[in-house]
């Protein structure tokens, strides 16, 4: 699968929520997914993906099953809070104009 410049632009970085090594860019996948441009076999719109690592992406991928969140709504709320933190640093870096 081809890689854009936006996520390649992760490798290297450290994740935006916990400060882990080894971040790689992760796809939103809450209840806007489809107004991202999420559909049958595609990931959502490359600016809709925040630098995290595996534990973290493992966080929000099960979601619902976590109790940090009482609701999906506070899961996406918490997902696109680290995907806007993780464009200011594509966009500071120079990786976003």
């Known amino acids: 699968m081809k890689q854009s410049k936006i996520t390649k632009s992760a490798k290297g970085k450290t994740c935006i929520n916990c ?3 080894d971040a790689y860019a992760c ?3 809450g209840p806007r997914q489809h107004r991202y441009g999420k559909g049958r076999g595609i990931k ?3 600016i809709a993906s ?3 690592c595996h534990e973290c992406d493992q966080m ?3 979601g619902s099953d976590n109790p940090m ?3 999906k709504w506070d899961r ?3 997902f696109q809070h680290l995907i806007i933190l993780t464009n200011m640093r594509r966009y500071d870096d120079g990786d976003l104009k």
């Open 19 to 21: 400060g882990a090594s």
């Open 60 to 62: 929000f991928t099960e």
């Open 27 to 29: 796809h939103y996948n």
């Open 50 to 52: 925040a630098e995290l």
């Open 44 to 46: 959502c719109h490359d």
């Open 69 to 71: 969140w009482e609701t």
């Open 76 to 78: 996406s709320e918490h």
